[in-house]
């Protein structure tokens, strides 16, 4: 069996020249990065196309920690999709160095559903993630530089500092650090640490913005801490907005590739699901929206992460209205849940399926808590068993939802066929209406708990000492009405990674709430949430390599 990137490197790609064209975009237009990459111009989104095209989620029920596939997925879907004659775009998240290098992989699909060209996307693509990494550290530099200065101090309290430096690596070393050691000319010592690249404000920010002078505002809203006078510290303070937007002014256009099959791919931005909101960009969305008639997107982790930030932010923030969802199920996630292994999840286990179906019937639940009709994905691997398969099909036929078996990593946009026709069924005759779960006015607490009781299914949430001071911060900085980012862990419907399936009788703890004035959103932290991962102990970079002609192997 080859791998993905075996088969990745038996297309021809198009010129991106071509691809272009099928959206009916002007090769004057393109800012080309090479032959099969280019960048698009925000005036290529229009308003009125936005309103007539239809937007698809694809998101997943709770993942096993190497996930089930829903950017492979997506693109196949979106394959099938133009297949049968429906002008349809893909637009994704650009992958992270981190999760690259580390236990995940990358980021481009798998198999016959992949964008291409993978190893370019997968490792430094057109070097957003950087400018953004640079415009972070910027900021970073500014303020202990602010700190160190004896003409233009605000007199910023170094204990209150909240913006650390970022990276995009898995580095576990640098989650705490101390700087401005070396003496006076060193700096001002103090407590510090490094986050991911993508768990940064300002990839949430460039994300969230609808073009490039919101971006500047939104960088200038950055919450800093607070001077030794009790008085909050935003970027702007430090006149940092002008150039750290001069250094996303690329960053911030859409750029343009293909999937395998030569269909347009938007790929935009990368924000991490469990500590931001998870998927691709606002203007990407836009973009994609305005130059086809159907768009395919997909939002990190499983539903109560990513497309509840998807639709209870985005979607209310951009004005966008998703007619349908596609639940990704696999049978070997329904066994993990159903208290199976982790190591036996490729052996026969109906029992372990029939009990992890609660957290798919969780899910499918919370999809139609938002007005909007799912669909059930099954991914197919080849270790499933077709008695393990009709067990996932019957129940949800008794719950009203079709449930489809694919196979997009095999048979690229033929093993989404069924899938795809049943999803332009839905998005063309709609019967329902996406609604989001909570009004934003709403205080802060009921938004919290209106979250963690109809999404996660909790019974109660509890606050720590700190918890409650940051309640207080929020209300004195005037920031009650911004919507709600839970971080969370991927592994559970709760806040215990080790409560697995359909947990119930728990109660959600807010250990802290962070702000996050730029990106416009409140993030209550729960759990043991990190923002700098490690690598484990085999990395995939091991098995990463590159010969003499340049040609890569080993990506996944």
């Not at 798919?360 to 080849?382: C, D, M, S, Y």
Request: positive net charge; aromatic residues 6%.
């Amino acid at each position: 069996m080859k791998s993905d990137i075996q088969i990745a490197k038996t297309i021809k790609l198009k010129p991106i020249q071509q691809i272009a064209k099928i959206l009916n975009v002007k090769e004057s237009d393109l800012e080309l990065y090479g032959k099969y990459k280019a960048k698009l111009p925000l005036s290529l989104i229009k308003k009125s196309k936005v309103n007539k095209s239809k937007l698809i989620l694809v998101t997943a029920l709770s993942p096993t920690p190497a996930g089930e596939g829903k950017t492979t997925m997506s693109i196949g879907l979106t394959q099938g999709m133009n297949q049968i004659g429906k002008k349809t775009t893909v637009v994704l998240r650009e992958p992270s160095l981190g999760p690259v290098f580390g236990i995940k992989g990358g980021a481009t699909g798998g198999g016959w559903s992949q964008v291409l060209p993978m190893e370019d996307i997968n490792l430094h693509f057109t070097g957003d993630f950087s400018a953004i990494e640079k415009a972070h550290n910027l900021l970073a530099a500014l303020i202990d530089n602010n700190i160190q200065s004896k003409t233009k101090s605000i007199n910023i309290d170094p204990r209150t500092i909240l913006w650390k430096r970022v990276m995009d690596m898995n580095d576990r070393a640098l989650r705490d650090i101390v700087i401005g050691l070396g003496g006076t000319g060193s700096g001002i010592p103090r407590e510090t640490g490094f986050d991911i690249t993508a768990a940064s404000e300002i990839m949430a920010i460039l994300c969230l913005s609808d073009d490039l002078m919101d971006l500047k505002t939104r960088l200038g809203n950055i919450f800093v801490g607070f001077t030794f006078e009790k008085k909050p510290v935003y970027a702007k303070d430090l006149n940092a907005q002008g150039a750290m937007t001069a250094l996303l002014k690329d960053a911030i256009k859409p750029n343009l590739t293909q999937t395998i099959e030569g269909n347009p791919a938007i790929i935009h931005g990368g924000p991490f699901a469990n500590i931001a909101q998870g998927t691709n960009s606002v203007i990407a969305t836009r973009m994609g929206m305005s130059l086809s008639d159907y768009v395919v997107t997909e939002a990190g982790f499983g539903c109560d992460l990513g497309a509840e930030k998807f639709l209870d932010i985005k979607c209310v923030s951009a004005n966008l209205s998703p007619k349908a969802i596609v639940l990704v199920a696999t049978i070997r996630a329904l066994k993990y849940h159903g208290g199976a292994d982790l190591k036996s999840l490729n052996r026969s286990n109906q029992k372990a399926v029939k009990s992890g179906l609660e957290n798919l019937k969780k899910h499918i639940e919370n999809v139609l808590q938002f007005g909007i009709q799912p669909v059930v994905a099954i991914n197919r691997f080849t270790t499933d068993t077709d008695a393990e398969i009709q067990i996932v099909i019957d129940k949800c036929e008794s719950l009203g939802v079709k449930a489809i078996l694919c196979n997009v990593w095999g048979k690229g946009g033929k093993g989404a066929l069924e899938l795809a026709k049943a999803v332009v069924e839905i998005v063309d005759n709609p019967t329902k209406k996406f609604k989001p779960l909570y009004d934003w006015n709403w205080p802060v607490e009921k938004k919290i708990e209106t979250i963690a009781k109809k999404v996660y299914g909790a019974d109660a949430v509890d606050y720590s000492t700190k918890a409650k001071a940051d309640l207080r911060k929020i209300k004195r900085l005037g920031l009650e009405n911004l919507p709600i980012c839970i971080a969370k862990t991927q592994k559970s419907l709760s806040d215990n990674p080790k409560l697995l399936g359909r947990p119930k009788g728990f109660s959600i703890t807010v250990r802290e709430i962070e702000f996050a004035v730029g990106a416009n959103f409140l993030i209550p932290i729960t759990g043991n949430i990190m923002r700098m991962p490690g690598l484990p102990s085999t990395p995939s970079s091991e098995f990463i390599d590159i010969d003499k002609n340049g040609n890569i192997t080993g990506l996944s």
